[in-house]
Nanobody, 115 residues
């Protein structure tokens, strides 16, 4: 059973940085895709960034130029480095993994950007 454990969320001031991490256990494919989504109450969940096993990345419009996604295939871990954070980035951030035609979600880690 694949499990995703996220960490790194919290409270940060505008302009600050946070680094989220997500570790997958239970065995995922070496060809898996890993990514981050976020959701604000009352709004749809939106894609922040995704990365393939080969390192190809795709970013949502809100993340371009400020966020960077990376992964370690040996550790089945994906990170999201978030810089220049804005109050509009406040949301619950979810890790997602696509592996062997299945999708898995983490439990979410809250990020609050406020002074």
């Amino acid at each position: 059973q694949v499990q995703l454990v996220e960490s790194g969320g919290g409270l940060v001031q505008p302009g600050g940085s946070l680094r989220l991490s997500c570790a997958a256990s239970g065995g995922i494919s070496s060809q898996s895709v890993m990514g981050w989504y976020r959701q604000v109450v009352g709004k749809e969940r939106e894609m922040v960034a995704v990365i393939s096993s080969g390192g190809l990345t795709n970013y949502g419009a809100s993340a371009k130029g400020r966020f960077a996604i990376s992964r370690d295939n040996a550790k089945n871990t994906v990170w999201l480095q978030m810089n220049a954070l804005e109050p509009e980035d406040t949301a619950v951030y979810y890790c997602k993994v696509w592996s062997e035609l299945r999708q898995y979600w983490g439990q979410g880690t809250p990020v609050t950007v406020s002074s």
